[in-house]
């Protein structure tokens, strides 16, 4: 059974989650695995019962060559299916809503705490963090701290792929030009798998990053060890750092250039972005000196 899920290409993080998303998107599992054998098992059951109970060699079996009709027999075979829909429908249509990626968490642990931004950067074939308020980035490592919120900008600055802590939940893609959002939280400390979920080419397999959760005091500790690296990201190293590489190593990033991750988007778009503040489409310059007026 366990090399069958192994082989299967299924993650058993997803049945192991360290967030309010991951958890309820389990319980969407379970629910729905729990509704399939609720189908599958009487199925399986009842077939091999009218088996043995209607077989030629049972001449106490009850033979009626001009049956036609049972209403207790419609009313399970429409019913049954039409309960198992609507209970189904309402699972897909609430959970949809209340777990919308682009709806902030409406949690009480992190209510207190000022959500940490983060940028993404599908590259090929890495992932690159921008922090924009604390000025730094990273190559293939992503750490928060637990217990807050975490507000991700997704996009890709490559082909189409898609971005995916399974512990924390919500997959979802990250395409050029465009820019998605996603909002998780940990609620406990630990090490976990991220990865890209769809295929890119050559260097997929390899698109993995780490994402550590750590308490604030930790969290502190490590953006100081990221802002006393040697290393620096702007537009004329960028190039370097964005080229095609297999297996790339975590790199540090003590300072960004402000308006990097808006400029990647930008570039697909005639210098087109989004203005965060009214979701409308605006010069890229002109929310650079929006942003500058408002600081």
């Known amino acids: 059974m366990g090399s069958a899920l192994l082989l299967s290409g299924c993650s058993m993080d997803l049945l192991d989650p360290r967030g ?37 060699s049972n001449t106490q079996a009850e033979y009626l060559p001009n049956w036609s009709h049972s209403n207790k027999i419609e009313v ?29 968490l ?16 599908a590259l090929d074939w890495k992932w690159m963090f921008i922090y924009p308020d604390q000025g730094i980035a990273t ?22 792929t898609s971005f995916f802590i399974p512990r924390l939940g919500s997959m979802i893609y990250a395409m050029a030009g465009m820019q998605t959002q996603l909002h998780l939280l940990s609620t406990q400390d630990g090490d976990y798998l991220g990865e890209a979920a769809h295929y890119n080419g050559r260097g997929f397999s390899d698109m993995k990053f780490r994402t550590l959760s750590m308490n604030d005091t930790e969290f502190g500790s490590w953006v100081d ?11 004329s ?33 005639n210098g087109m972005v989004i203005d965060k503040s009214t979701g409308k489409m605006m010069h890229m310059q002109s929310a650079m000196s929006d942003t500058q007026m408002k600081e």
Not at 28 to 40: D, G, K
Not at 225 to 235: I, Q, Y
Request: net charge negative; aromatic share 10%; charged share 20%.
């Open 225 to 235: 060890k990221v802002k006393a690296s040697p290393d620096t990201l702007d537009n």
């Open 20 to 56: 309010p998303v991951g958890l309820e998107e389990r319980n969407v599992i379970i629910l729905e695995f729990a509704i399939m054998m609720a189908i599958v098992v009487p199925v399986i059951a009842l077939t091999l019962y009218y088996a043995w109970k209607y077989r030629a």
């Open 139 to 160: 190559i293939n490592q992503l750490v928060i701290p637990t217990d807050t919120e975490v507000n991700f900008r997704i996009t890709s600055d490559s082909v189409m």
């Open 106 to 121: 409406a949690q009480t642990t992190a209510g207190a705490k000022k959500p940490l931004n983060v940028e993404v950067v």
């Open 76 to 104: 399970a075979v429409w019913g049954v299916p039409t309960l198992i829909i609507i209970v189904l429908s309402y699972v897909s249509w609430d959970t949809t809503h209340r777990l919308d990626p682009y709806r902030p």
């Open 237 to 269: 190293d960028y190039p370097k750092y964005a080229a095609p590489s297999e297996a790339a190593p975590v790199q540090y990033f003590a300072h960004v250039q402000p308006g990097l991750f808006d400029g990647i988007v930008a570039k697909y778009n």
